[in-house]
Structures are given as structure tokens and as C-alpha cells.
């Protein structure tokens, strides 16, 4: 059987493509057990992104990702893992004693023991940080966990998978950021922030896709923009070498 989206979310909601087109894509899930995570790797590094930026963090890597953006930089995560029970992760999570714990993949939410590991992870006290697409709906993530929404940018890709409904399911608290791999890029990322008046309702985050944007003219953009964004690096890569897996 293939998998689907968590019950509570229909397809249509979930804002994947048809089933037909990315089956190959979630394939390795399809022998995933219920109480099981097919996981690509979990470790404790610094956190690199986000607000949390610069904190000791675990980080939580699902593998399998039904998106293809140009630019991603964990393209191992797509069809890479060992299938683990959802008990043996939660205790491996609770056993490195960092109160900041990252769900990030791949994609999560194609995995629907994710969203019971995060209540668990959220009852033992840890901060929850949940990294995703944004083009499966977040409405059954627990309200106690931080999200931090990636709307892709047209250079990605996948820029049509959006689900701009996630937007009214965010919290103040929550996150939108974009990844920007072009003057393109950018332009559309800032008209979408006017248009949903993002920077008013949200912290914003703006990266640049890691060699494919000067620094320096991404800056500038946001000066010359009045939007009230953050630039985002990604500490990691600067700390150690960009391609060193398991920081």
C-alpha cells in the first residue's frame, strides 16, 4: 500500500502532486509499519538555521522527500534509512539531554508516526522544531511545536506544490522561510511576502542557496526591500566543510 498523507489530511489538502507521479519518490515507504520511522540519520550538532540558530540541537532526519528541488543539499536522504521503531527513536532523542530536538528530512510529514513522536518529544519537555515543505498540510502537528515552513521559490522547482492554506494554520510563534537561488527568486519571494503580509504575521527568513547567491546582493535586496525579513545563513557549512553530513 502506498503512503498517504496523515488520515486526518486528505490528498487534496496535503497539496502532493497525484500519487501516480511521485510513487516512485515515497517508495520506501511502502513496507513502513504503523509505530515505525524509516529514519536517515540522528544526531546532536549546533542548530545552523532558523531563530534557534547557534543552540545545541538533536537533529531528527526522516528519509524520502517527494520533491526534487535543484538545490537541495540532502539528496541522501531521499532513499537512504533504516527502518527504527518510533519508541527506540524517542529514547535515543531523550538520551543525548538536549532540550532543542529538530524533525527534518527529507520530508516528515510523509510519515505519520511523526506527528505522535513529536507529542512525545513535546510531553518530555523538548523544545520541537518541525522543518517542512509546506506542501502537506500542518494542521495535525501539535500546536506545541515550532514550525518552520520552506515555501519554495520558482528556481526549486516545485514552486507549484506550495499549499498557501498552511499559512492560516501557522502560529505567530512558527516560521516561513526561502530558500533563494536567483534575483528571481528573490522578487518572487518578496511579493509573496507583501502579498500575504508574512513579515506582519510571522519571523521570515531568507537564505541563499548555498554558491548560487552573493551574500552581499541578497543583503542589499532586503535593505532595499523596507520588508521587515531576516537574512539566514546556514552556520553549519561556514563551521565545518558544506558537504560534511551528521553537523
Same mark, same amino acid.
Given at each position: 500500500?502506498?503512503?498517504?498523507?496523515?488520515?486526518?489530511?486528505?490528498?487534496?489538502?496535503?497539496?502532493?502532486?497525484?500519487?501516480?507521479?511521485?510513487?516512485?519518490?515515497?517508495?520506501?515507504?511502502?513496507?513502513?509499519?504503523?509505530?515505525?520511522?524509516?529514519?536517515?540519520?540522528?544526531?546532536?550538532?549546533?542548530?545552523?538555521?532558523?531563530?534557534?540558530?547557534?543552540?545545541?540541537?538533536?537533529?531528527?532526519?526522516?528519509?524520502?522527500?517527494?520533491?526534487?528541488?535543484?538545490?537541495?543539499?540532502?539528496?541522501?536522504?531521499?532513499?537512504?534509512?533504516?527502518?527504527?521503531?518510533?519508541?527506540?527513536?524517542?529514547?535515543?532523542?531523550?538520551?543525548?539531554?538536549?532540550?532543542?530536538?529538530?524533525?527534518?528530512?527529507?520530508?516528515?510529514?510523509?510519515?505519520?508516526?511523526?506527528?505522535?513522536?513529536?507529542?512525545?518529544?513535546?510531553?518530555?519537555?523538548?523544545?520541537?522544531?518541525?522543518?517542512?515543505?509546506?506542501?502537506?498540510?500542518?494542521?495535525?502537528?501539535?500546536?506545541?511545536?515550532?514550525?518552520?515552513?520552506?515555501?519554495?521559490?520558482?528556481?526549486?522547482?516545485?514552486? #507549484?506544490?506550495? *499549499?498557501? !492554506?498552511? =499559512?492560516?494554520?501557522?502560529?505567530?510563534?512558527?516560521?516561513? /522561510?526561502? &530558500?533563494?537561488?536567483?534575483?528571481?527568486?528573490?522578487?518572487?519571494?518578496?511579493?509573496?511576502?507583501?502579498?500575504?503580509?508574512?513579515?506582519?504575521?510571522?519571523?521570515?527568513?531568507?537564505?541563499?542557496?548555498?554558491?548560487?547567491?552573493?551574500?552581499?546582493?541578497?543583503? #542589499?535586496?532586503? *535593505?532595499? !526591500?523596507? =520588508?521587515?525579513?531576516?537574512?539566514?545563513?546556514?552556520?553549519? /557549512?561556514? &563551521?565545518?566543510?558544506?558537504?560534511?553530513?551528521?553537523?
Amino acid at each position: 500500500m502506498l503512503p498517504q498523507p496523515p488520515k486526518s489530511v486528505s490528498a487534496s489538502q496535503s497539496g502532493l502532486r497525484p500519487l501516480q507521479s511521485i510513487v516512485h519518490r515515497i517508495s520506501p515507504l511502502k513496507d513502513l509499519k504503523p509505530g515505525e520511522l524509516l529514519l536517515h540519520e540522528l544526531y546532536r550538532s549546533l542548530q545552523g538555521e532558523s531563530t534557534y540558530a547557534g543552540l545545541p540541537c538533536v537533529f531528527v532526519r526522516t528519509a524520502v522527500c517527494h520533491q526534487r528541488c535543484r538545490w537541495c543539499d540532502t539528496p541522501h536522504a531521499f532513499n537512504q534509512g533504516a527502518m527504527i521503531p518510533r519508541a527506540d527513536v524517542l529514547a535515543k532523542v531523550l538520551s543525548l539531554n538536549t532540550p532543542l530536538v529538530e524533525i527534518t528530512g527529507g520530508e516528515p510529514l510523509l510519515q505519520a508516526d511523526v506527528l505522535p513522536l513529536m507529542v512525545e518529544l513535546c510531553n518530555a519537555g523538548k523544545t520541537v522544531l518541525l522543518e517542512t515543505s509546506g506542501s502537506i498540510a500542518v494542521g495535525p502537528v501539535d500546536a506545541r511545536v515550532h514550525i518552520i515552513m520552506d515555501l519554495k521559490c520558482p528556481d526549486s522547482g516545485e514552486c #507549484e506544490q506550495n *499549499l498557501w !492554506s498552511n =499559512l492560516d494554520k501557522l502560529k505567530r510563534s512558527d516560521e516561513v /522561510k526561502f &530558500v533563494v537561488a536567483s534575483r528571481r527568486d528573490w522578487l518572487w519571494a518578496s511579493e509573496t511576502v507583501k502579498q500575504h503580509k508574512l513579515d506582519e504575521r510571522f519571523t521570515v527568513q531568507v537564505s541563499a542557496a548555498f554558491g548560487e547567491v552573493n551574500l552581499k546582493d541578497l543583503a #542589499e535586496w532586503i *535593505l532595499q !526591500s523596507g =520588508l521587515n525579513v531576516r537574512l539566514q545563513l546556514q552556520a553549519h /557549512k561556514y &563551521v565545518w566543510d558544506p558537504k560534511t553530513r551528521g553537523v
